[in-house]
């Protein structure tokens, strides 16, 4: 499975990094430039004057990782070194039990695509579900499923973190066993209650289904 949105939102950094001279002209070769400038630079990524541009980035390495070979060739170990990090990093900003700040829209956009990215990346494709595990991603991944956005939006929010954490996990022991270990199965009952993704519930119930499942 492979979990394709538009942008949700729209911004510009003002300032001038390798993030956005790769939006500019985003191609597979100079990926890894991206990747570890975001792994060398995490505060700077999340910033206020960048986040909007790092979520885009992200968007961008999602929708190129839907392609089998791309992502086959970007499972190197850098991806998921940055979208482990800085999962890691929006996950503490955003909760749970967070109180929203003025900046909060934009944490949920660059949450929802990081997610996207983690999901597509996965697909089908053990080397990078590996790296995912080595690099903390595994854990990050179980703690955003509390987030309490995904409870307050099922779509995307809800829907992007299930989903990454069905294709994480699928026919991947090792990955599965340390979703476990982080208290993932908790969220997955929640989201099947019948009030526990209000509306949007129909097209999350799937993700979480297919997911205990595996």
Known sequence: MVISTKAQREGDASSDTPVTQWLDAPTEDSVKTVVTYMLEHPSQSISSTH???TAKAFKQLADMCRDPDVR???ADGALAAASSLLLERVVAELGPGTEQSNGHAEHVFLLVQVLRCICNQSA????ARAQLLEHGGTAALARALNIDDVWRQPVPVAQAAFGA????SLDHKLCTQALVDACAIEPHIS?????GLGNGAHSVWPLVCSSLDN
């Open 165 to 168: 954490v069905l294709n994480v």
């Open 191 to 195: 989201a099947l209650r019948v009030h």
């Open 72 to 74: 086959t060739r970007l």
């Open 51 to 53: 986040i909007v541009a």
């Open 124 to 127: 089908d494709t053990d080397a």
